[in-house]
Structures are given as C-alpha cells and as structure tokens.
C-alpha cells in the first residue's frame, strides 16, 4: 500500500503564496505521476495540477500562470506551488498517485492512492 501524506496548507491573504508537499511513502517500488486535487465547500472534488513521470505538467485553466506543481530529489515527492492565491481556491487539497498517467489526467478514476488533505484558507 502507497501512503500520501500532504502539508503546507494553511490560512494566508489574497495576493499571498503558498507551497504545498506531498511524499508518498510504503510501496514505492514503482515511480508515480502525480497530481492534486481540491475541494471547496459545497463543491465537488475538482482537478488542479499534474505532472508525468517525463516531467509533462497539466492545470486547470483558473490556475494556470498562478500555480506551478514539480517534483523534488525524490521522484515519489511533489510540491504545488501556489502564487497569487484567490479566496476562490479556499479548499481542502489533496495529492494523488498513479503507476500510469492516461490522457484523461484531470479524472479522479486516474489516481490510484489519495492523501488525507491539507487545508488551505484565503482570506480577503
């Protein structure tokens, strides 16, 4: 079993920064593409950023220019970093990991293994 374990997540004003980790842990005998997701209050999960075992990056549009996901030394490791921050991303974001990244990336179907989430608050 993969476990996803995310921080980073906090409470910081509109125009401010964030960056959020995620480390995946147990089974990682494979490399995976990961991606993140959130979900705001009353909202459905929604897709935000992936990235590809070849490095490849994929964003929803609202985010794209503001936030920016890689990976670190370790390959099972992924940051979001995120710029600019809106009282509309105020969510709960999750990472999630899977052996094979389709062209359908943005899909929670996709992901194989999901963090617990880490709490991001924008406030005005």
């Known amino acids: 079993q993969v476990q996803l374990d995310e921080s980073g997540g906090g409470l910081v004003q509109a125009g401010s920064s964030l960056r959020l980790s995620c480390a995946a842990s147990g089974r990682t005998d494979s490399s995976y593409s990961m991606g993140w997701f959130r979900q705001a209050p009353g909202k459905e999960r929604e897709f935000v950023a992936a990235?590809?075992?070849?490095?490849?990056?994929y964003y929803e549009e609202s985010t794209k220019g503001r936030f920016a996901i890689s990976r670190g030394n370790s390959k099972n490791t992924v940051f979001l970093q995120m710029n600019s921050l809106k009282t509309e991303d105020t969510a709960v974001y999750y990472c999630a990991a899977t052996t094979y990244l389709s062209s359908d990336y943005s899909a929670e179907q996709t992901y194989d293994y999901w963090g617990q989430g880490t709490q991001v608050t924008v406030s005005s």
């Open positions: 990235i590809s075992l070849g490095g490849g990056t």
